[in-house]
């Protein structure tokens, strides 16, 4: 089985704070409903964020959750 058939699928699959950001991540509908459900009906991606979810490093999404959550601490 090659990587692209065992790729997360940001569309469908469960997301979990132990999911892993990979190369195939997608700012879908699902990862929305992920982060609202984790941050509260005030989420929003900016530009800003989304870069850095995409930067290279790895990380979860309980991570992108925990930095959009410090971020929003920093602006109010």
């Known amino acids: 089985m090659s990587e692209s058939d065992m790729a997360f699928d940001w569309h469908s699959d469960l997301i979990t ?9 997608r700012n879908t509908q699902n990862v929305r409903r992920f982060m609202t459900e984790q941050c509260g009906p005030q989420f929003r991606f900016d530009r800003a964020f989304m870069a850095w979810i995409i930067d290279g490093e790895p990380k979860r999404m309980g991570q992108v959750v925990d930095e959009w959550l410090r971020r929003r601490s920093v602006i109010d």
């Open 17 to 25: 704070r132990d999911t892993a950001v990979d190369a195939h991540y």
